[in-house]
């Protein structure tokens, strides 16, 4: 064992610099000489290649997260082939990760004294907590919010979803991958007014039929 790690959990809603802040981080663990690995889950495919890559353009490459990874087994495998115990894990796009890999994780942690950082969202676009951020929830040993601001001046919480034309969505499946293009950040009052403003403009347009 390499010491005692920790298993951390940052989360903000989408546009709060997250991944900004793992990259840098990465990059200020190159300077000073530490071990490091970036991971991400496959699911998020909005790259062809296996990078992790910031609105504000910077990037680094990563090794994918699959469905069916056990994590557990390949860190281990990859800690006992090289002979080298990574510092820091940093993970993008946490809340992807399934329950059981979040635990995963956290033995990592325990018997090889890694710190983990998992980066990610706390809640979908209904407001409801994704799978992997609850367990981080549960067994994380530090949890910060990455704060950021709603056009009206309070913090954001919603990672609301947004149609072509801008109105909220309120059904659909839990993950669909998007940008600015399909999602907006907002706090708790303006998702509730954006809400009831998309349902009666609905309504009229039916009524109007």
């Known amino acids: 064992m390499n010491g005692i790690g920790k298993l951390y959990f ?13 990259l840098t981080q990465a990059y200020n663990f190159e300077e000073r000489g530490m071990q490091y690995l970036c991971m991400k889950p496959i699911i998020d495919d909005r790259e062809n290649d296996n990078v992790i890559r910031s609105r504000i353009g910077i990037e680094r490459k990563c090794s994918w997260i699959y469905p069916d990874s056990d994590l557990y087994m390949m860190l281990k495998e990859m800690f ?6 990574k510092d820091w894990i940093l993970i993008d796009e946490a809340q992807f990760l399934s329950a059981q890999q979040i635990d995963q994780l956290a033995r990592i942690v325990d018997d090889y004294g890694v710190n983990v950082v998992c980066y990610g969202l706390r809640t979908d676009f209904q407001s409801h907590l994704f799978e992997g951020s609850r367990r981080l929830f549960e ?13 009206c001046g309070r913090k954001t919480i919603i990672n609301a979803r947004i149609d072509s034309q801008g109105n909220i969505v309120t059904d659909g499946n839990q993950v669909e991958i998007g940008g600015d ?5 907002l706090c708790r009052r303006c998702w509730r007014n954006r809400r009831i403003e998309s349902t009666s403009r609905n309504t009229i347009k039916f009524e109007d039929k």
């Open 10 to 22: 940052r989360y903000g809603t989408m546009g709060s610099a997250k991944t900004a802040m793992l």
């Open 139 to 151: 067994l994380a040993d530090t949890i910060e919010e990455i704060k950021s601001t709603c056009s």
């Open 80 to 85: 006992d082939t090289t002979l080298v115990v």
């Open 181 to 185: 293009d399909k999602y907006v950040s």
